[in-house]
C-alpha cells in the first residue's frame, strides 16, 4: 500500500497511558521514504483543543475530505508508523498547508536550544 505524503490516516498506536487506540495521524514524510522504509513518519492529530505554540488548526477548506470534527496536528508529537499499523486512510492535507505544517513542526520542535 502507497502512502502519500500529507494523508491523514488512522493507525492503532501506544498513547501515554500505556493503551493502544486507534488515532488519526497525518503523514510527514515523502512517498520514497514511505516506500522504501515501508513505514511514515507521522504527527499525531488531536480532537482536545489545546491553544499552545505546538498546535496547528485543521479545518475543511485544508483537507480533500471534511474532518468529522476539529482537530489540530500535535506538531511535537512526531512517531513512525509501519505500514501494517494503518487502518485506513481518512483525508489528505492540500500541499500548501501540509508545508505550513512542517515549517511549523520545524521552527516548533526542531529549533536549536540557545
Same mark, same amino acid.
Given at each position: 500500500? =502507497?502512502?502519500?505524503?500529507?494523508? =491523514?490516516?488512522?493507525? @492503532?498506536?501506544?498513547? &501515554? /497511558? /500505556?493503551?493502544?487506540? @486507534?488515532?488519526?495521524?497525518?503523514? =510527514?514524510? #515523502?512517498?520514497? %521514504? #514511505? ?15 489545546? @491553544? /499552545? ?19 489540530? *496536528?500535535?506538531?511535537?508529537? %512526531?512517531?513512525? *508508523? &509501519?505500514? @501494517?499499523? %494503518?487502518?485506513?486512510?481518512?483525508? +489528505? ?5 501540509? +508545508?505550513?505544517? %512542517? /515549517? ?6 526542531? #529549533?536549536?536550544?540557545?
Amino acid at each position: 500500500m =502507497l502512502i502519500e505524503q500529507g494523508e =491523514l490516516i488512522e493507525v @492503532n498506536c501506544l498513547l &501515554p /497511558d /500505556d493503551k493502544f487506540r @486507534n488515532h488519526q495521524v497525518v503523514v =510527514l514524510s #515523502n512517498s520514497d %521514504i #514511505n516506500e522504501y522504509e515501508g513505514a511514515c513518519i507521522c504527527a499525531m492529530i488531536s480532537g482536545i483543543t489545546t @491553544n /499552545d505554540a505546538y498546535s496547528f488548526w485543521l479545518d475543511e477548506s485544508m483537507l480533500t475530505k471534511p474532518a468529522k470534527k476539529k482537530c489540530q *496536528v500535535r506538531c511535537q508529537l %512526531i512517531m513512525l *508508523v &509501519p505500514e @501494517n499499523q %494503518i487502518i485506513q486512510r481518512i483525508s +489528505k492535507v492540500k500541499k500548501h498547508y501540509l +508545508k505550513q505544517i %512542517i /515549517d511549523k513542526i520545524i521552527s516548533t520542535t526542531f #529549533n536549536i536550544d540557545e
